[in-house]
């Protein structure tokens, strides 16, 4: 007999391996089977007298968005012609998140954009956050955020970015974090007033600076439009 077989329905799969599970071939009509690809991609469990195998998509074949897979029945001598069944199957890619650096901003800030995000093979997308961050309009690739108390003292806010595959792909997720530094509010303390007589030297004991470069030069001492000098440097803490 000539050989009975089919490679079955045509099918949608994700980029991610996938079964051939719609092939059928009739016993006694062949003498062996064989799958192919002319794209680049390959089988597992094997190629040879495999009814249902396993296919990874090239990446040819995920540019491409098809892939032809062709299943050859070879007959039983005397016959001499093979029986050819190809199926397309459309591959679905995941989603793809791409993110820039973000810009630095003061702790106080307000409704800052993210800049930079592209999101490409989603059906839809989100920004989360799991510090309290404020985020409006958080389904467009540009929201906007205001930090949390958490994400100052954390000195950036963190954002998750969640896209959500389409149903080739069984709806997967794929994230993305986007971080935005946080600079704080410099916090000064001059120490304990004191009462000296003139002529003497004030020696600062318990003066206190935070979130200050101090060897970068910006903390600065003053007299406030007296005529005294400073014996240190005024950029010293004390």
Known sequence: PEPIADAGINLSQCETPFTISTASATAGTYSSLEWSSASGGSFTGGVINTLNPTYIPSN??????TVDLTLTAYPISPCASPL????????????VITTTAQASICENASNIQVLGTTIINSTSFVYTSTTGTIINNETTLSPTVTPSNTDILNGFIELTIEATSGAACGTSIVTDIVRIPIERNPVV??????????????TTTNATASFVDIAGGNLQWTNNGGDGSFTTPANAII
């Open 60 to 65: 040819a074949d995920i540019l491409a968005g």
């Open 84 to 95: 050819v069944s190809t199926i397309t199957v459309t591959i679905e890619s995941l989603p």
């Open 189 to 202: 303390n001059a120490g304990t007033t004191q009462n000296i007589c003139e002529g003497t030297a004030i």
